[in-house]
């Protein structure tokens, strides 16, 4: 279907033809053909790489033309920002993009001068609830991913998200892009649309399976990739592939293994490279280096520097967009990543070699096998259309047993049927409170008549069960006070002051719960509240994930449990209640950690104590923060004191003893700036309006156009260094004071004015 034939918005098809898309590919002409540019909703099942993105684009351009706002919701925040810059291409023809990922409470009013909104499905739900102006206004709406309704943790967000936004705004164009899955039928009844189902791939992919010295495929050829003796199948399958030109992906299940299978993989690229390409190679590892200066980061670089790269979710992100441009380029031959490539990131490889085919499964307690529709995701990003001849996915077998399994599980199977993860106990009174709470339901009934637009409804055979894991979450929040039931059979439902609160707060209930309990116990007990005593607290939610302990953390956490108990909110429970107890020690360890980089630990020396990349850091001192905010609004409420806590959260955010919070307050201070200012005598924002201009230069290493835009910042009224405080300064930096510099103790191993560290990730 040629694009200059279909009734685009002006400027669309042009604009597209520059890129080199001039025809529509089959699964896109046939949406097209079922009303996607006419607001008909739209269910597209296609295999990863035939081109949904632009499904979605055509969508939403020609909802603008209509009038109103798009939104597309993405089910990482890590897609987010990779989709606004794909989205960026239409400010061109006057479209303006914006992304919302941020803290779930924030205000999203300013989004509503946005045409294409780029947000999580957790983002759109919290704006839901807190009304935010533009979802009346709202055009079109495009779930990115939707098969991921099954997944138990973020699934029943998305559903709940869509079937709220489809029942405010009846005539809502959905369009739900989904991986090939059994029954995509099941969602286009759902969602009330058109289903354009297709197995069309832009290039052919050929499925094997690797065992003896030979790839078997599907269709029945063979490709002899002989194993040395003593070698591994996964190193001569890569080997193979650079020896031909081509690059290699290979999917494992770990981040140890990632790296691990890494550094072997990169012995086998480094002997295949030019000179050249080695130049080149170490220029990258550089830049690699340069984005910060933790374990990771030197792990990476080093692996780089020898043509290969490994890919999880603990890297930062501009190690991974370093990654995954120089994959693309071709500069990186072969990268090693966990399954967090597959999902959305565009960075196809000749050969996808998919080595673990089971994964540590914690609920399991045990190694499980991978979906079908998992690996099949994986096997979705070999072949780069116009590159590669085709694509192939190689399984790895050990012996034919194993290969006959491998074909039977994966290649000749059909993906599992996505089914809704409502119903699970967390999801359910979560969402049951936000509804009644945000004025969707105010009745039993009417809870239940919502619930009807769910898949879950769509899935669930009668309605007794529906009726019944409703009353159970329905009591579990009257128990908790969070909702009060009255009228006839309990039917009027009014969610409390502490409800709405908790629900505004985008906490699971049991959170607040957990946090209350804690709250109130130390007031009963007249505890002092503690940093370390309140990272703890917040670490025992179900809304925190927490540190496993490894072996001998047992004995490191107990100790520290003992020492530190009368900080603990709440009773520690018997080492003999084994489940009860390791939580408590995994919540230790968790607020062990948020202690440390509040108490100006360098990330270096945490990452390399907890055995965690610096992602994660970021990951749990941003869910502490926000998990330390809601206890704050929680206290204040239940008439608490919420001081410590207020206290505690400015200090995970900012990653700062106490004495540096005033500081860290005024713009561009970072913990390592604030602490050297502070070691310089300038300890407060008032300081900083009168200090010497050269003693806050020297503090800032001399940075001139830093110094003075902190100056600015602190509401210095003239903040320019004049030549004298730039002369003075240099002056001292000649001649370094030799004393104790109690700064450089806490944040060892800092060369620069790298504020990067944490702040940026
Ligand atoms: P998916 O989301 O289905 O995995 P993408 O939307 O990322 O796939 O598309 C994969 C690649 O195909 C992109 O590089 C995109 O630019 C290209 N593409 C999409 N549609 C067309 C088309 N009609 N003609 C040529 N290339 C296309």
Redesign the pocket.
Known sequence: MN?AKLDLPDGVAEL?GE???????PP?AAAVEAGLLDGESVVAS???????????ELAMLSALERGGTTLYVVPLRALASEKQAEFERWEELGYTVGVSTGNYDSDGEWLATRDIIVATSEKVDSLVRNDAPWVDDLACVVA?EVHLVDDRHRGPTLEVTLAKLRSLNPGLQTVA?SATVGNADDVAVWLNAELVESDWR?IDLKPGVHVGSAVNFADGSQREVPVPAGGRQTSALVADTVDEGGSALVFVNSRRNAEAAAARLADVVAERLTRGERAELQELADQVREVSETETSGDLASVIERGAAFHHAGLAPEHRSLVEDAFRDRLVRCIAATPTLAA?V?T?ARRVIVRDWRRYDGDAGGMKPLDVLEVHQMM?RAGR?GLDPYGEAVLTAKNSERHEELFDRYIEAEPEPVRSKLAAEPALRTHLLATVASGFASTRSGLLDFLDRTLYAEQTDGRAEIERVTDQGLNYLEANDFLERSGADGDDLRVTSLGHTVSRLYLDPMSAATILDGLRWAERENAEVTPLGLYHLVSRTPDMYQLYLKSGDRETFMTLCYDREAELLGTTPSEFDDVAFEEWLSALKTAKLLEDWASELDEDRITERYGVGPGDIRGKTDTAEWLLGAAESLAGEAGLATKPVRDAKRRVADGVRAELLTLTEVGQVGRKRARRLYEAGVESRADLREADKSLVLGALRGRRGTAERILENAGRPDPSMDEDAVAEADAEQAAPDEGFNPASAVTSGETDDDQSSLGDF
């Open positions: 694009l597209l890129t080199g898309i001039e025809s529509l590919y896109q296609v295999p990863t790489a035939s081109g949904k993105t632009l499904v979605a990115d892009l832009p959305g565009n196809p979705g259309p």
